[in-house]
């Protein structure tokens, strides 16, 4: 059974700094391409940060230049350190992995349970 588990989620100032952790755990035999999502209420699931399996990162738009995504040499436990939060910062975030348990399974995506980021004075 493979899970992801966030944490390092909080309640911070605007300008305030996070650092989120995703630790997966289970039977993984490879990893593909990792990612943190964030969900704010009443607004879609959007894609914040990736990091490929050969550690090409990718930020969106509203984050560059503030975020930045990466993994332990394990690969396996990603983070994502936030700097510079500004309240519409404010938001669920999930981590996601593609991985595939066993050399001859497919890759599928499995999620996080979210852990609550909250930027406000």
């Known amino acids: 059974q493979v899970q992801l588990t966030e944490s390092g989620g909080g309640s911070v100032q605007p300008g305030g700094s996070l650092r989120l952790s995703c630790a997966t755990s289970?039977?993984?035999?490879?990893?593909?391409?990792m990612g943190w999502y964030r969900q704010a209420p009443g607004k879609q699931r959007e894609l914040v940060a990736s990091?490929?399996?050969?550690?090409?990162?990718d930020y969106a738009d509203p984050v560059k230049g503030r975020f930045t995504i990466s993994r332990d040499n394990a690969k396996t436990t990603m983070f994502l350190q936030m700097n510079s939060l500004k309240p519409e910062d404010t938001a669920v975030y999930y981590c996601?992995?593609?991985?595939?348990?066993?050399?001859?399974?497919?890759?599928?995506?499995?999620w996080g349970q979210g852990t609550q980021v909250t930027v406000s004075s």
């Open positions: 289970g039977r993984i035999f490879s990893f593909n391409t």
């Open positions: 996601k992995a593609a991985l595939r348990s066993s050399y001859y399974s497919d890759y599928s995506d499995y």
């Open positions: 990091i490929t399996r050969f550690g090409t990162t």
